[in-house]
Nanobody
């Protein structure tokens, strides 16, 4: 079992930045791909970014490419999402998740989720 705890959300002005963190417990965190998802009010959950266990591969939603960066520190059992040039449409609850596979799977294959952290971007 993997426990994931997100932090770093908050309220920012459009154009600002936030860095989200997801701390994971579990002996085999370093072997797992990790992903970030978000869910805006009244909308379905959507994929944001993912990273393989070795950081050799990353993937981003088109809507965040060039603005968001996913990274991880396996020594700290932590994955990060650096969010720059934030837009009001980025407002959502952000969740980290893992499929417990080393490579990046389809977005449907993530099985373990954190509680989420709220990101609000004002105009």
């Amino acid at each position: 079992q993997v426990q994931l705890v997100e932090s770093g959300g908050g309220l920012v002005q459009a154009g600002g930045s936030l860095r989200l963190s997801c701390a994971a417990s579990g002996r085999t965190f370093r072997r797992y791909a990790m992903g970030w998802f978000r869910q805006a009010p009244g909308k379905e959950r959507e994929f944001v970014a993912a990273i393989s266990y070795s950081s050799s591969n990353t993937d981003y939603a088109d809507s965040v490419k060039g603005r968001f960066t996913i990274s991880r520190d396996n020594g700290k059992n932590t994955v990060y999402l650096q969010m720059n040039s934030l837009k009001p449409e980025d407002t959502a609850v952000y969740y980290c998740a893992t499929p417990r596979t080393a490579t990046i799977p389809s977005p449907l294959e993530y099985q373990y989720w954190g509680q989420g952290t709220q990101v609000t971007v004002s105009s």
